[in-house]
C-alpha cells in the first residue's frame, strides 16, 4: 500500500516555473515506478511524464519534453515535477501516481495508486 500526497501548486505567470512533489508513505518507495499526469477542465487525464523506480530512465510527453523535469529522491520517499517556461495550455489538476515494478508506462490504466491532485495555473 502507498499513500501520495502532491503538493506545490498555485498560480504562475506564463514562462514561469513551479516545482511540484509528491510525498509517498511506506518504506519501500524505491520499488515503485513513478508518474505525473495531468487533467484539464473538460479534458481527459493525460500522461506528463514517468520516472523509473532507481530514477536511472524517464519519459515524457511530447508537449512538456525540454520543459519539465521528473526527479525521484527514494532517501526522502519523493518524487518532483520542475515545471519550467510554463504555458496556459499547462493549466490543470496535476496528480502523480505509482506503479509497482520497474515500470515506465504513459498509460494511466497501469498505476495502481494515485494522490488528490494539486491545481496548477498558469495565466498569461
Known amino acids: 500500500q502507498v499513500q501520495l500526497v502532491e503538493s506545490g501548486g498555485g498560480l504562475v505567470q506564463t514562462g514561469g516555473s513551479l516545482r511540484l512533489s509528491c510525498a509517498a508513505s511506506?518504506?519501500?518507495?524505491?520499488?515503485?515506478?513513478m508518474g505525473w499526469f495531468r487533467q484539464a477542465p473538460g479534458k481527459e487525464r493525460e500522461f506528463v511524464a514517468a520516472?523509473?523506480?532507481?530514477?536511472?530512465?524517464?519519459y515524457y510527453a511530447d508537449s512538456v519534453k525540454g520543459r519539465f523535469t521528473i526527479s525521484r529522491d527514494n532517501a526522502k520517499n519523493t518524487a518532483y515535477l520542475q515545471m519550467n517556461s510554463l504555458k496556459s495550455e499547462d493549466t490543470a489538476v496535476y496528480y502523480c501516481?505509482?506503479?509497482?515494478?520497474?515500470?515506465?508506462?504513459?498509460?494511466?490504466?497501469?498505476?495502481?495508486?494515485w494522490g488528490q491532485g494539486t491545481q496548477v495555473t498558469v495565466s498569461s
Open positions: 520516472i523509473s523506480m532507481s530514477g536511472g530512465s524517464t
Open positions: 501516481a505509482a506503479v509497482y515494478g520497474n515500470i515506465l508506462s504513459p498509460r494511466g490504466s497501469t498505476y495502481r495508486y
Open positions: 511506506g518504506r519501500t518507495f524505491s520499488s515503485y515506478g
